[in-house]
């Protein structure tokens, strides 16, 4: 099976309340919250979850978001690489569901269960891109400095990548930039 790349245009921070107002902006998506939960000093990364229907799952009866007591964020993504092709197995689309678990594995997200006890069942690349709440504004730093620019998993067989861009950039404005 060929490797599947998804790219995620992460939205937010938002609070809860104000993530069930945006996500009607979505049909489906994935989502990752941020926070301290009991005893935590540090603020990290704590649970990413899917959703066929984003306003639906963002309620007040979330089984794991009421966990994190403090400092809570949430950030709304969005897959916008094309969806994986072939035949849909499940209701949830598959490309939600590596992307969700791709991050809860190899993240080990304290607050995930089941998808962080083994690691996804297919070749994944997962690039994540950060936009404020405009939709229109990238971020310059990643919300956190665990939560990597990409994963990038070949295989069982193989050693993933998780990478944070940085150090030495060279940052170009494709409007100015005259090549010789």
Excluded at 128 to 142: E, L, Q, S, V
């Amino acid at each position: 099976m060929k490797p599947v790349v998804a790219v995620i245009e992460w939205y937010g921070p938002y609070t809860l309340e104000d993530a069930r107002e945006a996500s009607f902006a979505y049909a489906d998506g994935i989502y990752i919250a941020l926070g301290k939960t009991k005893n935590q000093r540090a603020s990290r990364l704590q649970y990413v979850g899917l959703a066929s229907d984003l306003p639906t799952r963002l309620n007040g009866s979330h089984h794991k978001l009421p966990l994190i007591t403090r400092d809570r964020e949430i950030w709304l993504g969005e897959v916008v690489s094309p969806r994986t092709p072939g035949r849909k197995i499940k209701v949830t689309d598959r490309m939600l569901d590596l992307s969700e678990w791709a991050h809860a594995y190899f993240l080990q997200l304290p607050l995930n269960n089941k998808k962080k006890a083994t690691p996804p069942d297919r070749a994944i690349t997962v690039y994540n891109r950060w936009w404020k709440r405009d939709f229109a504004t990238p971020y310059k730093r990643r919300p956190h400095n665990s939560w990597p620019d990409m994963i990038d998993y070949v295989g069982p067989d193989y050693d993933a990548k998780l990478v944070w861009f940085g150090g030495k950039q060279l940052i170009q404005n494709p409007v100015t930039f005259k090549s010789n």
